[in-house]
C-alpha cells in the first residue's frame, strides 16, 4: 500500500490548431514524466478542443483526431494518462478517453451523458454510451475494450466520468462504480467558467470523493478557446471528503501541472498539496477578462484593440479589462513571453503602460450634446491606463444625414416628433470613423454592450452595438457599476474616480432635458432582478411581480409598471439580440440567442400574460 503520484493538467487549446494543440499535449506529459507522475488526468477533448461544435458533425475531424494518437502514446512510457478526443464507433460519435499506460492502449471509456443546458448543445454531436455496455473497436490494428469500463491498475480500481457525467445526481455513473469497487475516479472535464461557479465544482469534487470512498482528480480545460466560453483550468484532487489539490485558476500559461502523493491506505498521510483560496467574485471578473481578452487577441491574429470611449461605465469597464490584460499577463508569464505569443518581441523595451498604448485606440466621438465632465473623464482614464486617446467631434456627420432626410421628407425633425431617431443618427454617425480607426490599424472594435440594456434593446443597432466583440455583454449593468467602485478602490484604477461619480447617460439628447439611462428605462438594480425571474427562471409577468413583490424593492404598482416595461421591450427587441457581437460567457447565465438563451424574434409579447398581471 504505497503512495502513487497522482497528477492533473490542463492546457489551452483551439480548434483545428493541431500542431499546438499536440505540443501543449506533449509538453504536459513529458513535465508529468519528470516530476515522476504515475497517474495524470488530461481534460475533456483535449486533442481537437471542445469549441469544434458542427465540426463534430464531419468524417475527416475525428479520422484526423485520431491519427494524432501514435505520436502521443509514444510520450507515455511509465505513465498512465487519458487522451481525450471524438471516436466514431459503428457510425455514432462519441466523446471519448482513450487510456494509455506505458505506450500501450488499455481501453476507451465513452461518455454516458450529453449536456444540453445553458451554453451546452453537445447531443447536436455526440451519442451517450449506453450504461453497462461494453463492445470491442479497433485501433491501428488491434482490438480494445470500449464503453462503460473499469481499469484495475495495481492497488487501484480506477473509473471514469467525463464532465457531464459527473453532475447527474443519483444517474451518474460514480454510483455503479461504487458498487463495482472503483476507488479513484478521474474526471476529465471542459466545464466552462462563469463567476462563483467553482464553489458547485469544489462541493462536487469533495463531495464524490467521500459518498464514494473514492480519491477523485478533476482536470478542466483552460483559456479563451473558441471565442465565447472560457475554461478556467481548474486542477482538483479529493480523496474520502478532503481537498488535498486545488490548483489556481484562469492562468495565462499555455499548460500547467499539479501533483501530490496518495496512497490508498489513509494511514500514509498524502504529500500536502497546494489548496488555492477561491477568488471573490470581483477577483474573478477581470481575471477571466484579461485571459480572454488576450486569448481572443492572439487567436484572431490582430494588432490590438479599439474602443469607442464614452466616458461612461460600460466603456470605462472595456478599458480596465485590456490594461489588466497586459498587466496580469506579464505578471504571470513575464513580458518576453506575453510579447512572444503575440508576436510583439520588438517591445521587449516597453514598459506595461506603454504596451497598452501600442495594443488599444480609445475615442472620444462628442456631438452638440456631450459634455466636457465626460470628455475629461474619458481622457483622464485613458490617459491612466496608458491607452492612445483621440477625441473628435461627428456634428458634420450628423447634420449631413439629418439634413438630407428632412430635404426629402421636406420638414425639420424636432425632438418633440423625432426624438428617438435623433437620438440614434448620432450613435449611428459615430460607427463608421470608429470602424476606419479599427481598420486601419488591424485592430478588434470592442463594442460596450452590457446584458441589462442588451435584454431591452436599450441601444442603437449599427451604433454603439457596432464591434467586433463584446466583451461585457453577459453581465449586468448594475454589477458593473459596483464592480468600477471595486476596481477604482482595490485595484488602484485611479482613472476611474471622474467615471464612478457620474450617473449612466448616454448624451443623445439635448443637455437641458437631462437625460440619464435609468429615467429612460427603470432602476438597474430593479432590472436585474427581473431579469433574473424572467429569463434565467422562465417565470410569468404574474409569478415575477408576486416574487418581488413579498422583497419590498419599491411600491407594488411602481414594480408592476417595470415589469409590464422589462416584457414590452424584451419581446419587440429580440431581433437585436440576434445581431450582437460575439460575447465571454462571465456570469452564470447570459442573453446569448446561440449559446443561452433562445426566444422568438415575433412573438405576441405576452398580451395575455401582460393583462393578467
Not at 90 to 115: D, H, P, R, T, W
Request: charged share 25%; proline share 4%.
Amino acid at each position: 500500500m504505497r503512495s502513487y503520484r497522482i497528477a492533473g493538467a490542463t492546457v489551452n487549446q483551439t480548434p483545428l490548431d493541431w500542431s499546438n494543440n499536440i505540443a501543449h499535449l506533449k509538453q504536459v506529459i513529458k513535465l508529468a514524466k519528470e516530476a515522476k507522475v504515475e497517474i495524470l488526468c488530461l481534460p475533456e477533448l483535449a486533442i481537437t478542443a471542445y469549441g469544434c461544435e458542427d465540426l463534430f458533425l464531419s468524417e475527416w475531424l475525428p479520422e484526423k483526431a485520431k491519427s494524432f494518437l501514435p505520436a502521443l502514446i509514444a510520450e507515455t512510457e511509465g505513465i498512465l494518462t487519458t487522451l481525450n478526443l471524438p471516436i466514431r464507433h459503428e457510425g455514432k460519435l462519441y466523446n471519448c478517453s482513450v487510456v494509455v499506460q506505458n505506450k500501450a492502449i488499455l481501453g476507451v471509456y465513452a461518455k454516458q451523458y450529453m449536456a444540453l443546458d445553458g451554453v451546452h448543445y453537445e447531443p447536436r454531436w455526440f451519442n451517450p454510451w449506453p450504461v453497462g455496455v461494453v463492445k470491442e473497436i479497433e485501433l491501428f490494428g488491434e482490438s480494445y475494450p470500449i464503453g462503460d469500463i473499469t481499469f484495475d491498475i495495481e492497488n487501484w480500481k480506477l473509473g471514469f466520468e467525463i464532465c457531464e457525467d459527473a453532475w447527474r445526481g443519483k444517474d451518474r455513473p460514480a454510483c455503479r462504480l461504487y458498487e463495482k469497487g472503483v476507488n479513484l475516479i478521474l474526471n476529465p472535464s471542459a466545464s466552462h467558467f462563469a463567476m462563483g461557479k467553482t464553489h458547485e465544482r469544489i462541493e462536487l469534487v469533495a463531495d464524490s470523493s467521500k459518498n464514494f470512498a473514492c480519491t477523485y482528480v478533476y482536470a478542466n480545460l483552460l483559456g479563451n478557446e473558441a471565442g465565447r466560453m472560457i475554461y478556467d483550468g481548474e486542477i482538483m484532487i479529493a480523496q474520502k471528503g478532503t481537498m488535498h489539490l486545488r490548483s489556481q485558476l484562469l492562468s495565462f500559461k499555455d499548460y500547467h501541472l499539479d501533483w501530490i502523493d496518495i496512497a490508498l491506505d489513509e494511514s500514509i498521510k498524502p504529500t500536502p498539496g497546494k489548496v488555492a483560496p477561491t477568488l471573490s467574485k470581483e477577483e474573478e471578473f477581470p481575471q477571466a477578462s484579461a485571459l480572454a481578452l488576450y486569448d481572443y487577441l492572439r487567436k484572431s491574429r490582430s494588432n490590438g484593440y479599439t474602443l469607442s470611449l464614452s466616458g461612461g461605465a460600460d466603456s470605462a469597464t472595456c478599458a480596465v479589462m485590456v490594461a489588466e490584460m497586459v498587466r496580469r499577463g506579464v505578471s504571470e508569464i513575464g513580458k518576453t513571453a506575453f510579447l512572444s505569443k503575440i508576436n510583439r518581441a520588438d517591445w521587449e523595451g516597453l514598459t506595461e503602460k506603454e504596451i497598452v498604448g501600442k495594443l488599444f485606440n480609445t475615442a472620444y466621438q462628442g456631438t452638440v450634446n456631450s459634455s466636457d465632465t465626460t470628455l475629461n473623464a474619458a481622457k483622464t482614464l485613458a490617459e491612466s491606463i496608458g491607452a492612445k486617446f483621440y477625441n473628435w467631434t461627428i456634428d458634420d456627420s450628423v447634420k449631413a444625414y439629418t439634413n438630407t432626410i428632412e430635404d426629402v421628407l421636406e420638414r425639420k425633425l424636432t425632438w418633440e416628433q423625432d426624438d428617438l431617431a435623433l437620438q440614434n443618427i448620432q450613435a449611428r454617425a459615430r460607427s463608421p470613423i470608429i470602424w476606419m480607426l479599427t481598420n486601419i490599424t488591424n485592430t478588434l472594435l470592442l463594442t460596450t454592450s452590457n446584458r441589462s440594456e442588451g435584454d431591452v434593446g436599450y441601444a442603437t443597432m449599427d451604433g454603439d452595438t457596432s464591434g467586433s466583440l463584446a466583451p461585457i455583454s453577459s453581465v449586468d449593468k448594475h454589477y458593473i457599476r459596483q464592480w468600477l467602485h471595486y476596481a477604482e478602490k482595490e485595484l488602484g484604477y485611479s482613472g476611474l474616480a471622474p467615471i464612478n461619480v457620474l450617473p449612466p447617460t448616454a448624451e443623445l439628447r439635448p443637455s437641458d432635458q437631462k437625460q440619464t439611462d435609468e429615467d429612460d428605462l427603470m432602476p438597474y438594480h430593479i432590472m436585474v432582478e427581473i431579469e433574473r425571474l424572467a429569463i434565467k427562471d422562465h417565470r410569468s409577468p404574474k409569478e415575477v411581480f408576486e416574487l418581488l413583490v413579498k422583497e419590498d424593492l419599491e411600491p407594488a404598482e411602481l414594480l408592476k409598471t417595470h415589469i409590464i416595461k422589462f416584457y414590452q421591450l424584451w419581446s419587440r427587441n429580440q431581433w437585436k439580440r440576434e445581431r450582437l457581437a460575439p460575447a465571454f460567457h462571465l456570469d452564470e447565465f447570459n442573453v446569448d440567442p446561440r449559446t443561452w438563451c433562445r426566444f422568438p424574434i415575433l412573438s405576441a409579447g405576452f398580451i395575455e400574460e401582460l393583462q393578467e398581471l
